[in-house]
């Protein structure tokens, strides 16, 4: 059993940033893919980011590349979401969740444990 923990989450103003964490309990957080999800009210999950188990490799939706970082520190369990240039579309509840296994990390249902997501809210 994995245990995930978010942190970061707030409010913003447009052009801001914010950096999430994702603590990890639990497993071997080193063996995992790490992804972060979004999910605005009324609209369903979408992805943001993932990273490999060992940072070899990144995916970024389209909506935030070159806006968000994904990183990870596996000595400390933790991965991270660095968030520059905020937009009001990008207010949603922010979750991470790792799975298993390299290859499609854009498919929420492929995620094995989840967390229990932080707010983010941008204001205009």
């Known amino acids: 059993q994995v245990q995930l923990v978010e942190s970061g989450g707030g409010l913003v103003q447009a052009g801001g940033s914010l950096r999430l964490s994702c603590a990890a309990s639990?497993?071997?957080?080193?063996?995992?893919?790490l992804g972060w999800f979004r999910q605005a009210p009324g609209k369903e999950r979408e992805f943001v980011a993932a990273?490999?188990?060992?940072?070899?490799?990144?995916y970024y939706a389209d909506s935030v590349k070159g806006r968000f970082i994904i990183s990870r520190d596996n000595a400390k369990s933790t991965a991270y979401l660095q968030m520059d240039s905020l937009k009001p579309e990008d207010t949603a509840v922010y979750s991470c969740?790792?799975?298993?296994?390299?290859?499609?990390?854009?498919?929420?249902?492929?995620?094995?444990?989840w967390g229990q997501g932080t707010q983010v809210t941008v204001s205009s």
């Open positions: 969740a790792v799975k298993f296994y390299r290859g499609d990390y854009y498919s929420s249902s492929l995620y094995n444990f």
């Open positions: 639990g497993g071997s957080f080193s063996n995992y893919v």
């Open positions: 990273i490999t188990s060992s940072a070899s490799s990144r």
